[in-house]
């Protein structure tokens, strides 16, 4: 089983529509969690931290499940411009992040 | 302004040539990365550093070499070792918290875009 595990997608939605992106981990120790957007070409950069009790941030609202082990990412009233590759990223208790391969998402008219 | 740069953004290789990647910080971070992009696949890590003059292998080290003789900068050299440099070479920086076991997020610098000539 791979350390962490993202659908690749692409998930296409129309604008204005919720979206959500899961991501499982396997190591249990793991105690830092992040989502990062990266567009075509471009370097990824930290879209949100993942809180224990769940965090939003404007649309975007992360959550951890310990239990089942994963993180999720839901986007609400989607835009044009949130067409991205959504990466999560997970630390398994050293400095060494892992980072899933990433989710894509294609936003329409 | 604080970042990360990363020089230059566009690299060719020629056959049997080392070439040598630049990054630099001005974020006062004690940890930098190396990691390597393909088309469509995720990051991996070529070698990390958390202190100065000490670095350490990563995922796919081998045909790659670092140095860390300032905490500001950690270039990344692709040696002719390495078969197939073609990618998007990424590097990052992270800030090292102490007692502390949360972990703090990286900082990207834009890439630097390697090809073979």
């Known amino acids: 089983r791979k350390e962490v595990e993202q659908d690749p997608g692409p998930f296409n939605v129309p604008e204005g529509a919720t979206v959500a992106f899961n991501c499982t981990y396997s190591n249990s120790a793991s105690q830092s969690f992040f989502w990062y957007r990266q567009d075509c070409r471009k370097e990824p950069k930290l879209l949100m931290s993942?809180?224990?009790s769940g965090n939003e941030d404007g649309r975007f609202t992360a959550q951890l499940n310990r239990a089942s082990q994963y993180i999720s990412l839901l986007i609400r009233d989607s835009k044009l411009s949130d067409s991205a590759t959504y990466l999560c990223?997970?630390?398994?208790?050293?400095?060494?992040?892992?980072f899933g391969r990433g989710t894509s998402l294609i936003v329409h008219p | 302004d604080g970042g990360i740069t990363q020089s230059p953004k566009y690299l060719f290789r020629k056959e049997g040539q080392n070439v040598t990647l630049s990054c630099e910080q001005n974020?006062?971070?004690?940890?930098m990365y190396w990691y390597r992009q393909d088309p469509g696949q995720g990051l991996r890590l070529i070698y990390y550093?958390?202190?100065?003059?000490?670095?350490q292998k990563g995922d796919i080290a081998e045909g790659y070499s670092v140095s860390r003789e300032k905490k500001e900068s950690f270039p990344l050299t692709v040696t002719s070792a390495q078969k197939n440099p073609t990618a998007f070479y990424l590097c990052?920086?992270?800030?090292?918290?102490?007692?502390?076991?949360?972990?703090?997020?990286?900082?990207f610098g834009d890439g630097t875009r390697l090809s073979i000539l």
């Open positions: 550093s958390q202190i100065v003059n000490d670095f």
């Open positions: 974020l006062n971070h004690d940890a």
């Open positions: 990223v997970v630390n398994g208790g050293s400095y060494i992040p892992t």
């Open positions: 993942v809180y224990s």
């Open positions: 990052a920086s992270s800030i090292i918290v102490q007692g502390q076991m949360r972990w703090q997020p990286q900082h």
